[in-house]
């Protein structure tokens, strides 16, 4: 006996094209938009964005199913027609545009999309880092405290140092030898192949500009790699990552 073929009713359609965003989702949106202003979202789950100096990609899966590509010039104003509901509902009637209102209230706006050439795309790249020199857990605690020190003493460079076999992390103007340094010591740090590790290995200087670490709250572990970039891997959100260049 051959089963009926199941049918979707407009109904079931129609309720494909609205969603809800979760307060999650919001703010990995909020912090993307401090990366870039503009976002390419494609039709799924998945959302990523990369700097417009190119020195930092970020990407996250998220709960909801995104129904059609959204390409946001203006991210920042985009949510800021999210924050004028309550309860923000988002309805995807065609591919140019996004309908944003509250069931509620019955107060809507309408959001249009740009044109994505405009906002360009990311290109592919393997997540997968090449030649691994450390690894390592930084709490979100330690990055409290280390931005907030950065910003006490006006300085721009996180620096990640080895020396004699004690690890630390700390912000300082690194061309300033008379610089005030604010530095915490590295909890588990490993190497990619401790039986091939020489002492020189150990004894490292990995610097970053404050302004690049763009992470949202939470702890991280982090990979750095002998090709200047790093992986700060969230241990908060699973599947949340950012890729950032190291300065020379």
């Known amino acids: 006996m051959t089963a009926a073929p199941t049918?979707?009713?407009?109904?079931?359609?129609?309720?494909?094209?609205?969603?809800?965003l979760s307060k999650q989702t919001i703010g990995f949106l909020k912090n993307f938009s401090q990366i870039n202003k503009s976002i390419n979202i494609k039709r799924g789950s998945f959302i990523d964005t990369m700097s417009v100096n190119k020195n930092i990609i970020a990407y996250t899966d998220i709960k909801?199913?995104?129904?059609?590509?959204?390409?946001?010039?203006?991210?920042?104003?985009f949510l800021g027609a999210l924050s004028l509901f309550e309860t923000p509902t988002l309805h995807f009637p065609d591919d140019k545009k996004v309908v944003i209102f509250d069931a509620a209230t019955k107060a809507k706006?309408?959001?249009?999309?740009?044109?994505?050439?405009?906002?360009?795309?990311?290109?592919?790249?393997?997540?997968?880092?090449?030649?691994?020199?450390?690894?390592?857990?930084?709490?979100?605690?330690?990055?409290?405290?280390?931005?907030?020190?950065?910003?006490?003493?006006?300085?721009?460079?996180?620096c990640v140092q080895g020396f004699n076999g004690a690890y630390?992390?700390?912000?300082?103007?690194?061309?300033?030898?008379?610089?005030?340094?604010f530095s915490l010591p590295?909890?588990?740090?490993?190497?990619?192949?401790?039986?091939?590790?020489?002492?020189?290995?150990r004894n490292f200087n990995f610097s970053f500009k404050v302004?690049?670490?763009?992470?949202?709250?939470?702890?991280?572990?982090?990979?750095?790699s002998k090709k200047k970039i790093a992986n700060f891997y969230s241990l908060t959100y699973s599947s949340l990552n950012y890729f950032i260049a190291l300065e020379p």
């Open 186 to 201: 590295l909890r588990k740090v490993t190497f990619a192949d401790p039986s091939k590790t020489t002492e020189a290995d």
């Open 211 to 224: 302004e690049n670490l763009k992470l949202i709250e939470g702890s991280y572990h982090v990979c750095i």
């Open 7 to 20: 049918t979707t009713t407009n109904a079931q359609l129609e309720s494909l094209k609205t969603i809800k």
């Open 109 to 158: 706006t309408t959001y249009y999309y740009s044109d994505p050439e405009i906002i360009g795309k990311i290109p592919e790249f393997d997540p997968n880092l090449p030649e691994k020199a450390i690894e390592f857990d930084l709490p979100q605690a330690d990055i409290t405290s280390l931005m907030q020190a950065a910003r006490v003493y006006g300085v721009e460079d996180l």
């Open 168 to 181: 630390s992390v700390c912000v300082k103007d690194k061309k300033n030898d008379t610089s005030n340094v």
């Open 64 to 77: 909801e199913f995104i129904p059609t590509d959204m390409a946001i010039y203006d991210l920042p104003l």
